[in-house]
């Protein structure tokens, strides 16, 4: 009798989902799961959509996206991070964040190739080097002093002849651990020195409480690199935009590998929808006055949600700079994932089990902060009194 095809069996189920399907069966729930804000798409941008469809953006499009888009997206780049990339060569429109990554991975990967990933990481990178056959590799990033931090003897230590590329995610999911100017230019140095490719999921990448005011980004990699380094830089509308459900991302790469992409696109995808890409257009040129009210209030919940976990027994979680999780640790958890379902049917409260998330994510769970205080209050008084009561 055929079977499914091993590289495809080799993928394992998303741990988040298990918690998320037991959740959607249940009334009730206090939805924490998920990596999506509650608030809706702006209504500017649903409706730069409907006229971009009455004024004909309904046929294909390019490979690699409208080169309207494109452009939009290089003069974002200049304006928000300073930062030069020609529209023409090294933008790929993609049908997601996630597809970004998968057809990134799918240029740079043979079958037995290895990559390394930093961990606790979101699940979809490691997946899809599996679906290719080739073989992720995950470095935990330490905490030290309150702190991740990249664990550079540990990178050096987990390579082999058969590395060719290095994952990370900055700001990271689950983590909201931003690299720093010297991790970032120690990453790309490491990748640099051994001939790897670097592909860096900055999809997080306005969600940034760091800087000097909110608003400024998570500095990106592509301010260090040049144009020639053997990058690729993954991005998606879902975060800053609030649309998640829309599927639309894209990547920067080095010339050859943009084209070598938008080529690839035309056999999984062909390419992002049109009327879709085109009010994405007016997302970039009009969304920064919705961005900054929402980065207020996820500023606001990720503080009180860092302080009520604070108060919690057992219980320690750093900072986060960026994205919109925080991932405490809990004395003495050894299985996360039962911790979670427990939480779930006892409380009706849904995060995600620190294990999902690969090396160094159990004894963790992650909560996502983006949701509203009449959902994030009860959630943290629940998950108190259940930590008090010892279960
Ligand atoms: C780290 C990271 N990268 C990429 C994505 C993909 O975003 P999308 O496929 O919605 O564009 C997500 C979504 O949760 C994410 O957390």
């Not at 290089?74 to 030069?84: I, K, N």
């Not at 009860?378 to 998950?383: I, Q």
Request: proline share 6%.
């Amino acid at each position: 009798m055929p079977t499914i095809a091993a590289s495809a069996r080799a993928v394992p189920a998303s741990r988040i989902r298990e918690i998320a399907n037991a959740a959607m069966q249940m009334d009730g729930v206090l939805k924490l799961y998920f990596g999506e804000s509650n608030l809706p798409t702006p209504e500017f941008i649903k409706r730069a959509a409907t006229k971009a469809m009455a004024e004909g953006y309904t046929y294909y499009t390019e490979n690699a996206g409208l080169p309207g888009l494109r452009q939009d997206l290089a003069a974002h780049y200049r304006r928000v991070h300073g930062v030069a990339i020609d529209p023409a060569t090294r933008i790929v429109v993609t049908a997601s964040g996630v597809q970004a990554l998968n057809v990134g991975i799918r240029c740079l990967l043979d079958p037995g190739d290895e990559a390394l990933i930093l961990t606790p990481a979101w699940p979809n990178g490691a997946a899809i080097v599996r679906m290719g056959n080739a073989v992720p590799v995950e470095v935990p990033l330490p905490l030290r002093d309150g702190r991740y931090t990249v664990d550079f003897n540990a990178l050096e230590a987990a390579r082999t002849t058969r590395t060719r590329l290095l994952i990370y995610t900055s700001p990271s999911n689950p983590l909201g651990w931003v690299a720093t100017r010297e991790e970032q230019a120690g990453l790309l140095d490491f990748a640099r020195r051994h001939d790897l490719w670097l592909l860096v999921d900055e999809v997080y990448d306005r969600l940034y409480y760091a800087g000097a005011s909110l608003g400024e980004p998570a500095p990106s990699i592509l301010c260090l690199a040049a144009p020639d380094d053997a990058l690729l830089v993954a991005q998606s509308f879902s975060k800053t935009y609030c649309m998640t459900g829309w599927r639309l991302g894209w990547l920067v790469a080095r010339p050859d590998v943009a084209e070598r992409a938008a080529q690839l696109n035309e056999f999984i995808v062909s390419h992002a929808t049109s009327f879709i890409q085109r009010a994405a257009q007016t997302a970039l040129r009009d969304g920064e006055d919705e961005l900054l009210p929402m980065l207020h209030r996820l500023k606001a919940n990720r503080d009180f949600c860092l302080e009520a976990l604070r108060r919690m027994p057992g219980v320690t979680v750093p900072s986060p700079d960026g994205a919109f999780y925080l991932f405490p640790r809990i004395e003495g958890l050894a299985d996360s994932f039962d911790f979670c379902w427990r939480l779930l049917h006892e409380t009706k409260v849904g995060i995600a089990p620190g294990v999902a998330f690969g090396a160094g994510g159990e004894g963790s769970v992650r909560i996502c902060y983006a949701a509203e205080r009449s959902i994030l209050e009860p959630a943290m008084d629940r998950l108190a009194s259940f930590l008090r009561s010892g279960r």
